[in-house]
């Protein structure tokens, strides 16, 4: 099933796995020029966004009671790889800029992050919106994009992005390779 906004009305996914095929796609982009030690997966469902580093991995999933957004200590990593949920119902922030804004607040501001998001997240935005001062002012700089087709996620037609945080070893864009 599609979920489009006519037939499918206030029915939206709460879970929807990263394809494997992106997955192995973001490993090969990242491995080619970062070897981080400790990475950051803070809503990690079953691990198949890290699981191919051979690196310690943090990992945060509420649904093993582990939730991100309630962390208060700093933690240390080279590296915060996340898919965030696309939506978790506080208020009109989008998700994908609550994680952002707690990876920020827990790690720092000059820690690489990759993060897949709704193109809204970066391009949905208006002069004066607070998200547009904060991308401007208080996030770091997007140093490359991943372009993702439309139906990157199984049984959802949304459109999606990689953005990829203070990791200039990359090219300023990639276009995904689909292997399958």
């Known amino acids: ?78 590296l915060c790889i996340m898919n965030p949920p696309f939506n978790i119902g506080q208020g009109r922030k989008l998700s994908v800029e609550v994680f952002m804004d707690k990876v920020l607040e827990l790690c720092g501001k000059d820690i690489p992050i990759v993060l897949i998001t709704p193109m809204g997240f970066r391009l949905n935005q208006r002069k004066h919106s607070a998200r547009w001062k904060k991308m401007k002012k208080d996030y770091p700089e997007i140093t490359s994009i991943l372009s993702l087709p439309l139906d990157t996620f199984e049984d959802t037609l949304f459109h999606t992005e990689v953005l990829f945080f203070n990791m200039s070893k990359l090219k300023p864009h990639y276009f995904i390779n689909i292997k399958n």
């Open 1 to 78: 099933m599609v979920y489009n906004k006519k037939e499918n009305k206030g029915q939206k996914r709460s879970d929807t796995p990263t394809p494997i095929w992106l997955c192995d796609n973001l490993h090969e982009i990242i491995a080619e020029h970062y070897k981080p030690e400790i990475i950051l997966d803070p809503c990690c469902g079953d691990g198949r966004l890290t699981n191919k580093f051979n690196s310690k991995i943090i990992q945060y999933e509420i649904k093993q009671d582990k939730d991100f957004l309630k962390e208060t200590k700093k933690l240390e990593c080279d």
